[in-house]
Structure formats: C-alpha cells, structure tokens
C-alpha cells in the first residue's frame, strides 16, 4: 500500500487546468521526486495534496485513509507536514522560538500546567528545548539558536525550515523547491540533510525544477508538464525519456 | 544578569511598589484615589486590546463594545436580580467572553486584518445603537444609576481606597495569567498565527480556532473591566459601548506600547493623569491626546514602554543590547498558494 496516493487529482483555474487528473504514488520510504517546468503544476498538486487549496475532482489517499480536502492543520496531526517555495519561517522570532512555536504538536505541557508552571511543565519544558537543539544540532543551525531569524544566511533558512517541518514529527515530508536561492554548496548540504531524514524512516515528496539535483537523491521521480504527468521512473529511466528531454530542452536536434 | 532572565520585572517591581504606595502621598483625597481606579480599569481594558493588537496582531474597532456590554451585565444583575457584584465580577467576563466567540466565530473565519477591524467595527455600532434605542433594558441614554458597590462582609467597598487596591490586585493577577500564558501551548500558537498564519497551519495549529479562542479571552478580559468600571463609578450609559472609549483603549495600547505586558498598564496612567491635568480644556483634551498620539507613533513606534526599556537596557548594559523584541512584528508573509 503507497503511503500516499493520489488519484485523478484536477484543478481548474478558471478554464485552465494547473493539475490534470494526476495520478501519484509515494511508497513508504521513498524519496520522491516531482519535477517539470516552470508552471507545470508542481506547487498547485503540492497545495491540493497538503490542504492549502481543495481540489476540483479527484481523491488524496494518505495512509489508506481518504483525506481530501482536509484543512492542513488536520493533516500535520496525521504527519504529513510541507515547506513552502518562498522561505517561511517566524521570521521574528528567534531560532530556537521557532522550533519551539513550530513543536505545536509535540508539545505535551497543559493551560493550567503553563499557568501554575509546575514541576511537570518545567520538565516538559526542559524536554521540548533539548529536543529543538537536537533537531538544530541535525540541521547544523546549533551555533544560531539564539539568532533572530531573519538574519540568518539563505541556506541557513531552507534548514531552519526543514527543522520547523521535523519538529512536528512528520511521518512524511513534502519540501517545495528547497533548494531555490542556494548556492552550490548550500544545495549539497540539503542534499545530504534530506537523505539523513530518509534514513530516519521519514518518507519524502520533493518538489523541483532542477533535474540535476534531483535525480542525484530520488529514488522515484514523477514528471509533470502543462498540469499532467508525462513520466514516472528511476532517475535513470527519467533521463533518458522522450518526452521528458523534450518538455524541458525542446524538441531534440535532428529528431 | 539576573534581570535578563526575567523579562519586566526590572519594570515591573518599581511599578508595584509606587502602585501599592501611591495612596499614601500624591493621591490622598478621594477624588485622586478615583484616578488610580480609573488607571486600572484602563490598563485592564488596554491590556485585553492589546492581546488583540499585540498577540494576535489583528484589530477590533467593537472592543469597547464588549466593554460596556460587561459593564451592563454586572450592573443589570445587581440592579434587577439583586446578584453580588462579586457574581457580577464572573458573570461579565463569561458573558464578554461568549460573546467574543460569537464573534470571533463569525468575523474570524472569513477576516484578518483590516477586513476584521470593519467588520467588528460594524458589531460595534450596532451594539451602540441598541443599547441606545433600548430603554427598558438599558434606560436609553441616560443609563442606569446607583449601580451598587461590592461588598466584603457586609462591609461595602465605597472607600476609593479599598476599591483601588481591590482592582490592582486583580490587575496583577491579569498580568499575571498574560505573562503566563504566552509560554503555553496556546499561547505559542496564537504568537505563530501572528508571525505566520500558512506555516502554523502546516505544522498543526488550527488557526482559526486557536483565533477565536484568543479573540473570546481579550473579550472576556474587557468585560471584566467593563464591571470593575460599572460598579465603580455606579452608573452605566450606551456611550460606554461607543467609540470615544474605543479611542481611549487605542490611545492607552499605542501610548504604553503593543506587544508588552507593562506598556498598556503605563499607558493608562499617563493617559488618565495628562487628562486630568488637561481638565481644564474639556474636549480639546482629545485634541491635545491626537497630536501626542502622533507624535509618538512618529517617533516612538513602538510606545513609550519599548523606549524606556530600550533607555534602561543601555544602562545596565553598558550598549551591547540586543534588538527590541516589541519590533519584531511584521505582517506574515504568504507562500502557500503560488503556482508553481
């Protein structure tokens, strides 16, 4: 059973279809990848499969459960938690306020346990911060915790972001385009963190344009192009594919 | 640093100490003891605005609707059902409180920002205008009289004095719960709605919920001060719903500083003190209250409150302080809905 599944997912925009009876799989453990063009319809699945917008026809089967047209919040209870393609953080906050803001789910601590701040909320406290130093530790922001985080480098914010989306302790992840505004290395390095969080049984949807990163990492990778899927594969499969050369080179020289 | 780890109470002790003694010397006569009541059920009212303004980061133009709305349900129990204005004291805030989450419910799941400030503007006028027209139940414009006072062992509180260190203690128990309650759970999740509505959806937090809850509590807190005010001054009229009290909320919050515990407490006593003292010009007084106004959403954005704990900083820190957390509140960006 996929862990994630969507079936004929469409949305119109006006008369314009962004997705097209979209058809995707997502087993446990894999690192997904979906990719096409610009405005091929890879953030619009990404909103209709995390709640942020409903879709005009089609089924999200998450789990074995039908979970279309829930409210995103409703599906983080479930463990599936996205980022999103313009950096969004608590811009404001400090670094370690954000992975505590961004702890909802995982933290214990009760109204009246905040109110009288009682030895369990103080434990519960203590825990909850020895977790967010894990989770920065993990993405290698430890030497920022007390930085405000809008003044953190662009690579420093992509992995913030992810340590946000981990701190909900998300049984899958969707990432939207996180490696836009990096440089070269910045990229690596959030290569490297997301095969970490594979290992450690988180499943994965990583949204993309660039190919070369992408079929690096994935183990799967399904491409869209005008909303519709037009391949699905092993990197190596994708690369060599027809259409998939075509959608993002135009048409082959002499062909 | 000491002072460092616990955040106001630098501010804080100093406060407490000239609120508690301010009785024994400046103000000795009734009439003075009469301001500093009026100091705490400002800051009271202040401090529930600004849990919509500072916490939430959203604006009701029908706050001092619930206002007087609290001050009414006190007054109407103990005038017409006899109910101890100790009851009153509970019953206010819960009816405020529902109330809010009436419309918060309404208001918050479609508004945010300027739409929500228009359209509790509109809850606002309309509550003006029935407690206006509504003279059996709210004696229309003239308003209810001889609103009697709470009473401790048959002993009545009409001393000002009693009474002032009756609403202080009560006010230090609302700072008390605000400071509190920013730590919680749903504390934090109202402060990350207000940083960033589309990234707390996605790791869990129901913000429309969470918001309508929030909204209520502000409600609830202004009521309360709507029935420390009714059984107070013992009389309550429509224009306590009106806007001359919603400016006075806004001028107290934006005064004293949104986003902090101690700014709306500071901005209600100079709001009440500098108006006393411009007695003298009646309703010019607004005049001079629009210009200070200006000038320190000009020059001290954040309120006075941010500015001196800036000031005081730089003292027991020779410079090196850090940036000012009141600033840190800019609107929430949006990334959710891009087309890719």
């Known amino acids: 059973m996929a862990l994630l599944e969507t079936r004929g997912l469409t949305k119109l925009f006006g008369g314009l279809s962004a997705v097209d009876r979209l058809h995707l799989r997502v087993e446990q453990g894999d690192i997904m990848g979906l990719i096409g063009p610009n405005g091929s319809g890879k953030t619009t699945a990404l909103n209709l499969i995390t709640g942020f917008l409903k879709p005009t026809e089609g089924s999200v089967t998450y789990e074995g459960q039908d979970v279309t047209g829930l409210e995103p919040h409703e599906l983080a209870r479930n463990g599936l938690v996205r980022t999103f393609q313009i950096t969004t953080l608590f811009e404001n906050l400090t670094v370690r306020d954000n992975i505590l803001h961004g702890s909802h789910l995982a933290n214990p601590t009760t109204l009246m346990g905040a109110l009288v701040r009682s030895g369990r909320y103080r434990r519960q406290r203590a825990e909850m911060e020895a977790r967010a130093q894990e989770l920065l530790g993990l993405v290698g922001l430890e030497q920022r915790i007390d930085s405000v985080a809008r003044d953190l480098s662009a690579g420093e914010h992509r992995y913030l972001e992810i340590a946000i989306a981990l701190a909900a302790n998300p049984r899958m992840v969707l990432l939207d385009e996180p490696a836009t505004g990096l440089n070269p290395e910045e990229a690596a390095y959030l290569m490297d963190l997301i095969r970490t969080l594979s290992k450690q049984g988180v499943t994965i949807l990583l949204v993309e344009h660039n190919m070369r990163l992408i079929t690096n990492i994935c183990t799967r990778i399904t491409v869209l192009n005008f909303g519709a899927k037009i391949a699905e594969g092993t990197p190596e499969e994708i690369v060599d594919d027809e259409a998939v050369v075509t959608a993002y080179l135009g048409r082959r020289r002499g062909a | ?340």
């Open chain 2, 1 to 340: 640093m000491r002072l460092r780890n616990r955040p106001g109470l630098w501010f804080g002790a100093p406060v407490l100490a000239v609120a508690a003694t301010a009785p024994l010397f400046l103000f000795t006569n009734a009439y003075n003891r009469g301001l500093l009541v009026l100091i705490v059920i400002y800051a009271v009212a202040g401090l529930s605005l600004d849990y919509i303004m500072g916490e939430m980061g959203q604006f009701s133009f029908g706050h001092a609707a619930v206002w007087g709305f609290g001050a009414y349900v006190s007054a109407k129990l103990a005038l017409d059902l006899g109910v101890s204005p100790w009851i009153g004291f509970l019953a206010a805030p819960v009816a405020a409180g529902l109330v809010g989450l009436l419309i918060g419910y309404i208001a918050l799941r479609r508004t945010r920002g300027l739409e929500l400030a228009i359209v509790t503007l509109g809850f606002g006028v309309l509550a003006w205008t029935v407690a206006l027209r509504w003279r059996s139940v709210t004696g229309g414009p003239a308003g209810l009289r001889q609103v009697p006072p709470p009473s401790l062992f048959g002993w009545e509180i009409r001393s000002e004095l009693a009474y002032y260190y009756f609403a202080l203690l009560l006010l230090l128990g609302v700072v008390f719960i605000l400071t509190r309650l920013r730590e919680s759970r749903f504390g934090r999740a109202v402060r990350s709605i207000h940083e960033n509505e589309d990234l707390a959806r996605s790791i869990g937090v129901a913000a429309t919920r969470a918001y309508v809850f929030a909204f209520a509590f502000a409600c609830a807190l202004v009521g309360f001060s709507g029935a420390l005010y009714a059984h107070h001054f013992r009389f309550v009229n429509p224009n306590l719903l009106g806007l001359q009290y919603m400016f006075i909320f806004l001028i107290v919050v934006l005064l004293g500083g949104t986003g902090t515990v101690w700014g709306p407490v500071l901005g209600a006593a100079i709001f009440v003190l500098v108006s006393e003292w411009l007695r003298a010009l009646q309703e010019y007084r607004f005049l001079i209250f629009g210009f200070v106004l200006l000038m320190v959403v000009l020059f001290m954005p954040n309120g006075v409150f941010p500015a001196l704990r800036r000031v005081a900083r730089r003292v027991t820190d020779g410079g090196r302080s850090g940036g000012d957390d009141a600033a840190r509140r800019a609107c929430p960006g949006s990334g959710g809905s891009e087309a890719g």
